[in-house]
């Protein structure tokens, strides 16, 4: 092989490489051109949903604002329902309470009135007892200042 054809054989090498390098360079930015309007494409539908998304935020909000008010009213509702049921059932247990203290203080005021009844016929008995005693006794004392005046007046 000659020079001149090493030469041209470099420079076709050389073309071929250049032009390689070219159609790499195309490749890509057509590619890039593809990507730019995917992205494009995808930013137009992002854009889109996002201003569905703003443009229904108030209806979004408004229903979350009813949906709000009925839960605070089923709660009420609920809780009204709770103390109802929850002061019958003080009413119910306060009525059974007193009813059971009226029993017991009806009871025990009876008993009060038997314990009165025995207590006072004992004490009545130990009166008596005690009358009687004294009676014994008063006519001991009176027999012995009959006795001791009969002395007296024989002496």
């Not at 049921?85 to 038997?114: H, N, P, R, W, Y």
């Not at 006795?147 to 002496?155: L, M, R």
């Amino acid at each position: 092989m000659t020079e001149a054809s090493k030469i041209e054989k470099a420079n076709a090498l050389a073309k071929e490489v250049f032009l390689a390098n070219l159609g790499l360079a195309g490749k890509v930015f057509e590619q890039s051109q593809d990507l730019l309007k995917q992205t494009e494409a995808k930013l137009k539908e992002t854009e889109s949903k996002c201003k569905d998304a703003y443009s229904k935020r108030n209806e979004f909000f408004d229903s979350l604002v009813v949906r709000g008010e009925k839960v605070q009213s089923d709660t009420l509702s609920k809780f009204e329902e709770s103390k109802i049921q929850l002061t019958s059932k003080i009413e119910d247990g306060k009525s059974q309470v007193v009813s059971k203290f009226k029993d017991t203080k009806a009871q025990a005021i009876a008993k009060f009135e038997e314990l009165k009844s025995e207590s006072n016929a004992a004490v009545e008995g130990q009166i008596k007892t005690l009358r009687e005693g004294f009676e014994k006794v008063k006519s001991k004392v009176s027999r012995t200042a009959d006795e001791a005046v009969a002395e007296a007046s024989a002496s």
